[in-house]
């Protein structure tokens, strides 16, 4: 018997590369991604993965398939336009650390992994990614019983809830602390965004502080809120393992919000 991977409800499944090409070709909100960082300081490195998880990707790249790659010279998220067109990517994302210069960070081969000590690194946006193999599963057990069965990508519906219910309660519980905060839906899970000017300047210390506080009460990987993980997902992105598209959710509608909601289904799927 052929050993299942993935389990997804809903009818969530991978995208083909042709819908990947529609989706980056004509269906993303470049402008509405472009904006997602209007208040953000200096510049951004993209990421992209092409078949890491899903195992689909251009056969021509099978030897990057698994990589991060990253996109140096994409100033806007526009300029990915191309690089999306060309390796047609199950996934998108950015590097949270905010850097005064980019072309800088590359002629001087920052090594992006240790540049909180060099004079380009401005500040990491703070992030809580919040995951449902973290969950303790009342019928699929927990992350350990899922990683055994090689189902550690795999989610049910109870999951998929009482992650939502965890983003809820995490976002109100940051907002006793920080003005400027966004959930954004990230295809499996939810991302809680502090875009408050004063949460880039936090130390890691205090980063891996916050991570251990909050993560013995919510399904964190505390790797992205310690700023050891910099890269998030891109919000209007693709999330090609279940063919949705990442979107923020306004806190009034995240209780009822669900991965069917129209905003969040592309039009590939609905023809
Ligand atoms: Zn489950």
């Keep these: 018997m052929p050993r299942i991977r993935y389990e997804l409800p809903g009818g ?7 819908e990947r090409r529609v989706f980056y070709a ?24 092409l078949g890491r998880h899903s195992g689909v ?22 300029d990915l336009r191309p690089y ?3 390796y047609l990517p199950e996934g998108v994302y950015y590097d949270r650390n905010a850097y005064a210069s980019v072309a800088e960070a590359r002629r001087t081969r920052l090594d992006y992994a240790h540049a909180w000590r060099s004079g380009l690194f401005l500040g990491q946006e703070l992030a809580f990614d919040l995951d449902p193999e973290n969950l303790d599963c009342p019928v699929h057990g927990d992350i350990v019983a899922k990683m055994r069965r090689h189902q550690g990508l795999s989610f049910c519906d109870w999951e998929f809830e009482e992650t939502r219910r965890q983003a809820a309660e995490l976002h109100d519980r940051l907002a006793a602390e920080w003005s400027r905060l966004a959930v954004v839906y990230s295809g499996r899970g939810f991302h809680v965004h502090v875009l408050d000017a004063d949460a880039y300047a936090l130390t890691k210390a205090e ?30 992105s693709l999330h090609g393992m279940v063919s949705r ?9 995240l209780d009822t919000f669900r991965y069917d909601d129209a905003r969040t289904v592309p039009a590939f799927v609905r023809t």
Excluded: C, H, Q
């Design 12 to 18: 969530l499944r991978p995208s083909r590369l042709t």
């Design 26 to 49: 004509r269906l993303m909100d470049y402008a509405a991604a472009e904006r997602w960082f209007s208040a953000f300081p200096g510049e951004r490195l993209f990421a992209l993965i």
């Design 57 to 78: 990707y251009p056969r021509r790249f099978r030897s990057l398939k698994n990589l991060s790659l990253l996109v140096e010279d994409a100033r806007a998220v526009r």
């Design 84 to 86: 999306l067109l060309k």
């Design 207 to 236: 980063r891996t502080a916050l991570a251990r506080r909050y993560g013995r009460r919510f399904a964190l990987d505390e790797w992205v809120t310690s700023g050891e993980m910099r890269l998030i997902r891109l919000p209007f």
């Design 245 to 253: 598209v990442v979107v923020p959710v306004p806190r009034g509608r």
